[in-house]
């Protein structure tokens, strides 16, 4: 009998994401990326596993998995506003000079910088002036996602190591995971801000069977 995702279920998916043209972008499978000649090295492909309506991947994407059924193929189109954003003429912008030379850097067009914790790539350089485009190099463009739904995870400790890979960007390795009944004792390796691990628990347990998360710090070894 098939079964239906709905929201915060916890699935492993598959996906190729695609242009209008029909070039590649992403996707998680090795074979596709050499095929399509993106980048390999130090790129780990596997499934990704998410919490359905948890804002884990794209919002278009999102909303599009509830009411699809596990271990089926979907191909999805999804518009600039649910994918990268529209493009947005505000965020091109106008950068003097010699903010890059008090850096050090020697701008020229496609070179990918950081200001003020927004990436964007120079468009063009002229006189004192360099045009920067602070806008996703995707927005504006419709995608398109071929996902394969493999399967439902049960296994709360799996649930529970996977929603922390995706908010720490820490290597199940990295973190030892206990339950017993309905609470979870999670080590890893490094102190967190007591305010962000509550949070982290709330969301946790409201997407989860456990009713507490409780966070250890490894001890380090001498």
Known sequence: ????????????????GRLDDGSV???????????????TEKVMFKPTIICVGEKQILPGLDKNLI?????KEYTITIPPEDAF???????????????????????QPGLQIDVDGETGVVKSI?????????????????VTYKINVNRKIIDVAEKV?????????LPKDKMDIV????????????????????????????????????????????
């Open 179 to 222: 339950i017993t009944e309905k609470k979870a004792v999670v080590t890893i390796p490094m102190a967190l801000p007591q305010t962000f691990t509550d949070a982290l628990a709330e969301r946790l347990v409201s997407v989860t069977e456990l009713d507490a998360i409780e966070f250890k710090v490894q001890e380090q070894k001498k």
């Open 67 to 71: 009411g699809k059924e596990i271990g």
């Open 25 to 39: 972008f992403d996707t998680t499978m090795k074979k596709i990326a050499e095929e399509n000649a993106l980048p």
């Open 126 to 142: 002229s006189g004192g002036r360099v045009i920067v485009n602070f806008n996703h190099v995707l927005a504006g463009r419709n």
């Open 1 to 16: 009998m098939s079964e239906n995702i709905k929201e915060h279920d916890f699935i492993e998916l598959d996906y190729t």
């Open 85 to 107: 954003g529209k493009r947005d003429i505000k965020k091109v912008k106008i950068v003097p000079l010699g903010t890059f030379k008090e850096h050090n850097v020697q701008p």
């Open 161 to 169: 190591a996977s929603f922390l890979t995706t908010m720490l960007r």
